[in-house]
């Protein structure tokens, strides 16, 4: 089984992080009864010092490189992903996609509908490249900008809905669908450092959302026994 993570910053992480994948490829590695890779282009740190994605600086060195793969991007969202990702599930051959996406956008790109409709153009584009994909999507984690801004933190919740809607149209046997759940009592003030990002018990909470997510659905796995 092959995984592709796709994401923004909350994703790709910065220099010195551990990152949700890293969790992730942790729990794959204990709780997965059959083999797996975790496939993508990219294998880089965001580095905040130079505003390039060309750090190595994981915060476990031992993290294998074959394991670092991804597709995220600093300042990335939908909007980028839609047009690539065609040519990346061709290249990279994943059979499940694992995606965090839709707060960047909200917040510099495009209003919740907007978004939708590049999150509906992703699912189309990649199917047509592997016509069996699967894939997890995240909801929107709103950050300490919706507590400032009502109409903000109202467009993350009308991007929810319409991300919950968007699976339920799009989902098919051969091509599952599957919206997780935001992470069981996930708090911005404790589970990021900046008020987005993910410190360490963040990226378990992360990580349990897609574990729990695909064990109770599809029965991968298990579920994500790593405690904040």
Not at 8 to 21: H, K, L, P, V
Not at 62 to 87: N, V
Not at 120 to 147: E, G, H, M
């Amino acid at each position: 089984m092959r995984f592709m993570f796709v994401g923004d910053s909350m994703t790709i992480g910065a220099a010195g992080d551990y990152t949700w994948r890293y969790r992730m490829w942790q729990h794959l590695r204990t709780h997965l009864d059959e083999p797996f890779a975790i496939v993508g282009p990219r294998s880089t740190l965001h580095e905040k010092a130079t505003d390039t994605p060309t750090s190595y600086d994981y915060a476990d060195p031992s993290f294998p490189e074959r394991a670092r793969r991804h597709l995220a991007g600093w300042g990335e969202g939908w909007l980028h992903m839609a047009p690539m990702i065609a040519d990346e599930v061709r290249k990279n051959r994943p059979d499940v996609l694992l995606i965090s996406l839709g707060l960047i956008d909200l917040g510099f790109y495009t209003n919740a509908e907007q978004t939708e409709a590049n999150l509906r153009d992703f699912i189309a584009n990649a199917r047509t490249a592997n016509p069996d994909i699967a894939a997890v999507l995240l909801p929107v984690i709103p950050n300490t900008r919706a507590d400032l801004d009502p109409d903000f933190a109202g467009q993350c919740d009308e991007l929810n809905t319409r991300m919950a809607k968007a699976v339920a149209d799009l989902d098919t046997p051969a091509s599952p669908l599957l919206l997780a759940s935001r992470p069981a009592a996930y708090d911005i003030l404790l589970d990021t450092y900046d008020g987005t990002h993910p410190n360490a018990s963040g990226e378990h909470r992360l990580a349990a959302a897609f574990a729990d997510a695909m064990h109770q659905a599809w029965g991968i796995g298990a579920p994500y026994a790593t405690a904040p």
